[in-house]
């Protein structure tokens, strides 16, 4: 049975989004404000409503433990607030200044992640009130961000419909079409459930979208990690050059088939495409052992990553693109990145930090030589 107790119309507009504390409920509005009501008799608390906001507030959401709440606007900004007394804790502008459509605690209070109409997500400390990492969706703008139960990883929902994971650093592990289109919603079952084939503990996640449907997933962790490092390396080889496929057949003592492959103008992504008939037809080696050789290195090469015990350096890895960097450039705040992304961020954004959100002191861009060797011997390293 359902039974309306009560009802509540003090928002001069739509409402977006509720949400509820252990003592609490939360709205926010079209109107620009967030309300707070006491769920004893659902008597509006004397500090509310919060105001700052300047244009529609999308979402609201509480901290585990009640005490802060996060709201999101189309003015760019993600702002915290103490719900005992409505003081504004932070006001923490999405490096973009594109607005911000949702917002979502880590289980552990320690994070907020905040998802923009422009397909960029933040990652905040949620205590320092500072910038961790951020990143952003190929397409659309994020509607829906969920946490896993444990915190160890989040997923993103976009309005093209497509469900991104992404781990505890930024780094986008899977991304998965999951509606055909926009999604709504997505959230994480607290109950963990095994795989059913390896005994492993995964997360039930379930998304809904506005193709009518709701659909439910099963997400391991250790199987997306595994994934996601293959299609990097994967990645790398395929940015291969002629050069670089000859280098290689060398170090497999293959360098009689030096000139076979620079005459068909073999680079990585042909590399990895090749097959047994490609490489007697196309390629004419005749010789059956030669072909069974050069297939084996290929394969090789292509499960290579699941022997490595680690990922990519952290280091490594751009915080704009979340990808390893070719040509790393130092910024005036400290931090590296790809220069041709930070050149685009430079040149489309406000001049900020990626990672601070602070204004950036100039826009030079120095290279990270140093950071560019290191990367070179690491990837000398794991890709003979």
């Known amino acids: 049975m359902v039974?309306?107790?009560?009802?509540?119309?003090?928002?001069?507009?739509?409402?977006?989004?509720?949400?509820?504390?252990?003592?609490?409920?939360?709205?926010?509005?079209?109107?620009?404000?967030?309300?707070?009501?006491?769920?004893?008799?659902?008597?509006?608390?004397?500090?509310?409503?919060?105001?700052?906001?300047?244009?529609a507030v999308h979402c609201c959401c509480f901290s585990p433990s009640g005490h802060i709440l996060a709201s999101c606007s189309?003015?760019?900004?993600?702002?915290?607030?103490?719900?005992?007394?409505?003081?504004?804790?932070?006001?923490?502008?999405?490096?973009?200044?594109?607005?911000?459509?949702?917002?979502?605690?880590?289980?552990?209070?320690?994070?907020?992640?905040?998802?923009?109409?422009?397909?960029?997500?933040?990652?905040?400390?949620?205590?320092?009130?500072?910038?961790?990492?951020?990143?952003?969706?190929?397409?659309?703008?994020?509607?829906?961000?969920?946490?896993?139960?444990?915190?160890?990883f989040f997923v993103t929902g976009s309005s093209c419909g497509d469900l991104t994971v992404w781990d505890d650093k930024m780094r986008c592990l899977h991304s998965e079409k999951a509606h055909d289109l926009g999604i709504t919603c997505c959230d994480f079952s607290s109950q963990p459930v095994s795989d059913g084939e390896q005994g492993l503990q995964c997360s039930r996640l379930a998304s809904c979208g506005q193709d009518c449907q709701v659909r439910i997933w099963v997400v391991s962790l250790t199987h997306i990690l595994a994934r996601s490092t293959e299609d990097q390396l994967k990645q790398f080889t395929e940015d291969w050059s002629e050069e670089d496929v000859s280098t290689w057949l060398c170090a497999q003592d293959l360098k009689d088939l030096v000139g076979i492959f620079k005459m068909n103008n073999i680079d990585g992504k042909e590399l990895l495409n090749l097959t047994k008939e490609s490489l007697a037809d196309d390629l004419k080696i005749e010789s059956l052992g030669l072909r069974s050789k050069v297939l084996r290195k290929i394969e090789e090469l292509r499960t290579k990553v699941k022997s490595?015990?680690?990922?990519?350096?952290?280091?490594?890895?751009?915080?704009?693109?979340?990808?390893?960097?070719?040509?790393?450039?130092?910024?005036?705040?400290?931090?590296?990145?790809?220069?041709?992304?930070?050149?685009?961020?430079?040149?489309?954004?406000?001049?900020?930090?990626?990672?601070t959100n602070l204004v950036l002191p100039s826009a030079v861009l120095t290279p990270n030589r140093t950071l560019k060797m290191a990367i070179n011997r690491w990837l000398e390293t794991h890709q003979k």
């Open 3 to 55: 039974k309306l107790i009560h009802t509540l119309a003090d928002h001069g507009d739509d409402v977006n989004c509720c949400a509820f504390s252990f003592s609490l409920l939360a709205t926010c509005s079209l109107d620009k404000t967030i309300r707070l009501y006491s769920l004893r008799d659902f008597t509006e608390l004397p500090h509310s409503p919060l105001k700052f906001h300047t244009y």
């Open 74 to 152: 189309t003015d760019g900004t993600t702002v915290l607030w103490n719900t005992e007394n409505g003081q504004m804790l932070a006001v923490m502008e999405q490096p973009s200044g594109s607005p911000v459509r949702v917002c979502q605690f880590s289980p552990d209070s320690t994070c907020l992640a905040s998802g923009a109409a422009d397909g960029t997500v933040v990652l905040w400390n949620a205590q320092s009130y500072k910038l961790y990492r951020c990143g952003s969706v190929k397409d659309g703008s994020l509607a829906a961000c969920a946490f896993s139960p444990n915190g160890s």
């Open 308 to 355: 490595l015990s680690s990922g990519i350096p952290d280091e490594f890895i751009c915080p704009i693109t979340r990808e390893l960097m070719k040509d790393p450039v130092i910024a005036s705040d400290g931090y590296s990145y790809e220069k041709e992304a930070m050149e685009n961020w430079i040149s489309k954004k406000k001049r900020t930090s990626p990672m």
